[in-house]
C-alpha cells in the first residue's frame, strides 16, 4: 500500500462510485440517511489505504454545485448538496475546492446493447470543469509534493500524470473495482482499489445505531421481556478503549438459568449480518438460583472482541448528532 503526500479526490465521481455500490443493498430511505448524515470521504480512503492520519499535505476534493445522483439512489439538490460539500471539507486534515462550471460537454458513447445485442449510442452529458480544475491544481502545486494520490479513473487525467511522472513525481490512483484495464490505472504508479466492503459495513453501522434502527429494536424487545425486572443501560455502548460496545444488564431475571436461548439466537441473527457480535456473561446474586446477566453486543468478529475498524468507530464518535435521539442513546443520558 502507498502513503501518499496529497489526496486529490474528484467529488462527484466519488459520490457515484460509492452510492452507486450501496443502492443494490440498502434500501432509499436509509440510503439517503447514511449519505446526509454519515459519508465521510476521507474515512473511505483512510479505510482504503489502511491509514489512519491521511496523506501529510491532506485531502482536497473538487466539485460543483449541481445535482449529485439520481432517482435511482439518492438524489442530492441545491443547499442540500452544499451541505454535503461543506461537512466533507469540515473533516480533518479536509477542505473542499467549489468549481463554477461554465457548461457540459456532451460524449457519445458506442456500445452493444444488453438486451438485443446490437451496436447502440448514447449520449452522456458530463462536467468537463472539475477535471480542469483538479489538472491544474496539481500543475500549480507539483512543487510541494513527491507523491500525488488520485480519486478518479478518468482518462482525462492520463495526459498529466505522464507529464508528472516525467518530472520524477510518484502518482497514484484509487479506483472503482474492476478498473485495472482502465487507461489512467495502466499509466499511474500504482493503483488501489475503493475499499467498498468498508462502505457497507459503515452504513450497516448507522442500520444499528440510528433511531428505530437494531439496537432500538432490540432493547424494546428486553424491555418487553424483562420489564419487570428492569434494563440497566449504566454501563454505556460506546467506550473509547474497546470501540463500539452496548452493555445490557438483566438481574434477577424471571425465570431459571441459562439465558433464553431463542432469544440469544434472535440477537445473533439480528446482529450477525449488521458485523456486531455476541457476548453474554453469567453471575449468580443469591444462591444458585438467582442470575444477573449482561449481555454485550460488540462491533467486531465473534470470539475478537476488541477486533474493531478504526474508522467505523470514529464514524460513530464523529456522528453522534445523527443518533441523537435514539432510544439507546436517550436511556443512557436519562
Not at 478498473?179 to 459495513?201: G, K, P
Not at 424491555?223 to 438481574?251: N, Y
Request: aromatic residues 8%.
Amino acid at each position: 500500500m502507498f502513503a501518499p503526500d496529497l489526496i486529490v479526490i474528484d467529488g462527484p465521481n466519488f459520490y457515484n462510485v460509492l452510492v452507486r455500490s450501496l443502492a443494490p443493498f440498502f434500501d432509499q430511505k436509509l440510503l439517503g440517511e447514511y449519505v446526509r448524515t454519515w459519508l465521510d470521504f476521507d474515512r473511505v480512503i483512510a479505510a482504503t489505504l489502511g491509514q489512519g492520519t491521511g496523506a501529510s499535505l491532506g485531502t482536497v476534493v473538487f466539485h460543483s454545485g449541481k445535482q449529485l445522483g439520481s432517482d435511482r439512489n439518492v438524489r442530492l439538490e441545491n443547499q442540500e448538496v452544499n451541505t454535503f460539500w461543506a461537512r466533507q471539507g469540515s473533516n480533518p486534515f479536509c477542505s473542499t475546492e467549489a468549481v463554477v462550471l461554465p457548461g457540459t460537454q456532451e460524449e457519445i458513447i458506442e456500445g452493444i446493447c444488453g438486451s438485443c445485442g446490437k451496436q447502440t449510442s448514447l449520449r452522456e452529458k458530463r462536467e468537463k470543469g472539475v477535471d480542469t480544475a483538479i489538472t491544474t491544481y496539481l500543475w500549480e502545486t507539483s512543487e510541494r509534493y513527491g507523491s500525488v494520490c488520485l480519486v478518479s479513473g478518468d482518462a482525462d487525467f492520463v495526459p498529466p500524470t505522464r507529464s508528472l511522472k516525467r518530472r520524477g513525481k510518484r502518482v497514484y490512483c484509487i479506483v472503482e473495482p474492476g478498473s485495472a484495464r482502465r487507461d489512467l490505472v495502466q499509466v499511474c504508479t500504482s493503483h488501489v482499489e475503493i475499499n467498498l466492503r468498508f462502505v457497507h459495513q459503515d452504513c450497516m453501522m448507522l442500520q444499528a445505531l440510528k433511531p428505530g434502527g437494531a439496537i432500538d429494536e432490540q432493547l424494546a424487545e428486553l424491555t418487553t421481556r424483562f420489564g419487570s425486572c428492569g434494563v440497566d443501560l449504566s454501563a454505556g455502548p460506546i467506550q473509547l478503549h474497546s470501540g463500539l460496545e452496548f452493555t445490557v444488564g438483566l438481574s434477577p431475571p424471571p425465570f431459571p438459568p441459562p439465558f433464553p436461548n431463542d432469544l440469544k439466537v434472535a440477537v445473533e441473527t439480528r446482529f450477525g449480518p449488521l458485523g456486531w457480535a455476541l457476548s453474554l456473561d453469567e453471575t449468580s446474586i443469591q444462591g444458585a438460583s438467582d442470575r444477573k446477566y449482561t449481555l454485550r453486543l460488540y462491533h467486531g468478529r465473534p470470539g475478537l472482541r476488541f477486533y474493531q475498524d478504526p474508522n467505523l468507530v470514529e464514524g460513530a464518535l464523529r456522528h453522534l448528532d445523527a443518533i441523537g435521539t435514539a432510544a439507546w442513546l436517550t436511556n443512557l443520558k436519562t
